[in-house]
């Protein structure tokens, strides 16, 4: 049970409270380490993966050790220590919050004509170049964005505090700070494929799980479930990654939209515009996917202790 009061507790705080002050926060003190440790890598390919592989194995042991260890203590104390611990160090591994900002942030822009405004938000968002996107490329960027992250603000933490506890988020929001920060193509590619590959395997199943949970979000939602289900399960494997195409092909056709980054991909049909109005709607069906996944991992903590009792 204590776990299921976890869980509610920490996306409390992230509904609530947002995100902690940067100089307290676990995710800018990992990325700052994976900085320090980049800039320290060898030029070689080969030594860049095995340097990469150090890099995991040392972050892991900074970040997710201690949280065990803190877990364990707190345990040991008192239950009520054990579950405010466990909610604060959970809600650092995802935001829900901040994701819905920042694309209402892109919303705002667009609603009143501040198309340069919009491109300088979405870069919170997208690593790609923004400086020329016209506004239907904007939009279809931010609704990429909210629909990915379904998995890898919320979907992926929570299913790994499912299974593996706090360490298990905090492992999970570690290589996936990694996959973000080097996992990319350029001087660094080697360095950066382990994470990149990690990553992968990591989000294998939550980005199954969240792209499911978003196509029966969109029939609550009112959207078109029946093309989300269709898009979903014809279009999943058009990006280069294995699992971001899931959630953002449901998103597509749950908007009736077609989501497109040049020469990559295009994802749905394109039965609708790309109007402004879509990302409030995008971000209107993550928040009922949120809360269906919240329900799920809550009601799973919950059988699971009614069993064992």
């Known amino acids: 049970m204590n776990e299921a009061l976890i869980i509610v507790m920490a996306v409390g705080i992230d509904l609530a409270l947002g995100e ?3 100089a307290a926060h676990p995710v ?3 990325g700052k380490l994976i900085g320090w440790l980049e800039r320290r890598a060898p030029a070689r390919p ?3 993966f095995w340097f990469g592989c150090g890099m995991l194995i040392l972050a892991a042991a900074v970040f997710a050790l201690p949280a065990y260890a803190l877990m364990a203590l707190a345990q040991a104390w008192h239950p009520a220590a054990y579950v405010a611990l466990g909610a604060l160090l959970l809600k650092s591994t995802f935001s829900v919050r901040e994701l819905r900002a920042a694309a209402l942030r892109v919303r705002t822009s667009l609603l009143v004509g501040r198309i340069g405004e919009a491109r300088n938000d979405l870069r919170h968002l997208v690593s790609r170049d923004t400086s020329q996107l016209a506004e239907p490329s904007i939009v279809a960027a931010t609704v990429e964005s909210v629909a990915e992250n379904v998995t890898d603000s919320l979907v992926a933490p929570l299913l790994f505090f499912l299974v593996l506890g706090v360490p298990g988020a905090v492992l999970y929001r570690l290589v996936n700070t990694f996959d973000a920060m080097i996992g990319y193509r350029g001087r660094y590619e080697y360095l950066g494929k382990p994470s990149a590959r990690l990553d992968d395997a990591m989000n294998f199943i939550p980005a199954r799980l969240a792209a499911i949970l978003m196509v029966l979000s ?10 989300a289900w269709k898009t979903m399960a014809r279009d999943h494997a058009l990006t280069a990654s294995p ?3 899931w959630t953002m092909s449901a998103m597509a056709g749950a908007l009736r939209v077609q989501l497109e980054k040049a020469g990559h991909y295009r994802l749905g049909d394109p039965v609708d515009a790309l109007s402004c109005a879509k990302i409030g709607r995008a971000i209107g069906l993550m928040q009922v996917t ?6 799920l991992f809550v009601f799973v903590e919950v059988s699971l202790y009614v069993r064992a009792s």
């Open 20 to 22: 902690p002050p940067a």
């Open 290 to 295: 949120a809360m269906l996944a919240l329900l």
């Open 28 to 30: 800018v003190w990992m």
């Open 46 to 48: 080969v030594a860049q």
């Open 218 to 227: 969109s029939a609550i939602a009112g959207h078109d479930w029946r093309r």
């Open 243 to 245: 699992n971001a195409g």
